[in-house]
């Protein structure tokens, strides 16, 4: 259950253009509990799929076509 919340909350964020929390537990139409979603949250943000910028909005970060031309480029990363 915790993962197809995890997918939703994830395509959700990438839909909307850099919600809140607030915003987005509103769009998921109580779908996910709040307490869930800030697991999720705190979740994706450690994994770098998300930063949460000083006025509470979510940006989606992830971009792994971008991390492929990058490590193609022969950019040694640490």
Known sequence: MMKDNLKLVEDFIKKLDNPTTKELWNSLNKKVSYD???IILKDLEQSGK???DD??????????EMIKKIM???VKLR
């Open 55 to 64: 006025t509470g909005r979510i940006i989606w970060t992830w971009n792994p």
């Open 36 to 38: 869930d979603l800030s």
């Open 50 to 52: 998300i930063m949460i």
């Open 72 to 74: 193609a480029s022969g």
